[in-house]
């Protein structure tokens, strides 16, 4: 079962950027793209712990700032040949604000 959590308004997102949230001891990082399509990672790149927060967004992927390894914003996936995953969130946007599953991260909340 969804557990939304009203999180930010989609114009608090730059475009082709991401705005961090905090919740319990993990950080997730709130991207936004060019047709403004909303998608959230774990803000940690698979590769070496990266903050894909700073990284560059394009399309539907974002490049991790320290190695340039492209991650899939819908799945978290790392485009080939890199491989390893991000944890991905549920996002809806209504009446232009950004709400979250996090039901799968009670665990981990403090």
């Known amino acids: 079962m969804n557990q939304w959590t009203d999180i930010l308004a989609v114009n608090d997102i730059p475009r082709l950027g991401a705005r961090v949230v905090r919740h ?10 060019a047709e403004d399509e909303v998608f959230a990672l774990e803000d940690r790149c698979p590769h070496k712990g990266g903050p894909l927060s700073q990284g560059i967004v ?6 991790c700032p320290m190695h340039n390894w492209n ?3 819908d799945s978290g996936r790392a485009v080939a040949p890199d491989q390893g995953c991000a944890r991905e969130f549920p996002v809806k946007v209504e009446d232009g604000r950004v709400s979250l599953d996090l039901s799968a991260v009670a665990d981990v909340a403090a």
């Open 58 to 63: 394009h399309g539907r992927k974002v490049a």
């Open 71 to 73: 991650i899939e914003l």
């Open 24 to 33: 319990g001891s993990l950080d997730i990082a709130v991207f936004r793209n």
